[in-house]
Nanobody, 113 residues
Framework: QVQLVESGGGSVQRGGSLRLTCIAS??????MAWYRRAPGTQREFVAS???????GYSDSVKGRFNISRNSAKDTLFLQMNRLTPDDTATYYC?????????WGPGIQVNVSS
């Protein structure tokens, strides 16, 4: 059973930084990504990275967030800088392989003004 477990969330003030970590139970995903859902909204794409290392970002976080993986490709990171209250959300780790699509349980990020 594939497992994704997020950590690193918490509360920060506007302009602060947080680093999210997602530990996976395997390392052969085609792509790994971060999504988020703010209260009362739908889950939205944040950033992704392919097995080849190609990354992509939503316009709302481009230039502020950085997605990366460790060399073993079983741990995903999201470095979040210059955070604003609009970044307040539950953040989810997401991964895809040949067998299916997987989600972590989510972790809360709160940014106060």
């Amino acid at each position: 059973q594939v497992q994704l477990v997020e950590s690193g969330g918490g509360s920060v003030q506007r302009g602060g930084s947080l680093r999210l970590t997602c530990i996976a139970s395997k390392n052969d995903f085609h792509v790994m990504a971060w999504y988020r859902r703010a209260p009362g909204t739908q889950r939205e794409f944040v950033a992704s990275i392919t097995n080849a290392g190609r990354s992509g970002y939503s316009d709302s976080v481009k230039g502020r967030f950085n997605i990366s993986r460790n060399s073993a490709k079983d741990t995903l990171f999201l470095q979040m800088n210059r955070l604003t209250p609009d970044d307040t959300a539950t953040y989810y780790c997401h991964a895809i392989d040949l067998a299916g699509v997987y989600w972590g349980p989510g972790i809360q990020v709160n940014v106060s003004s």
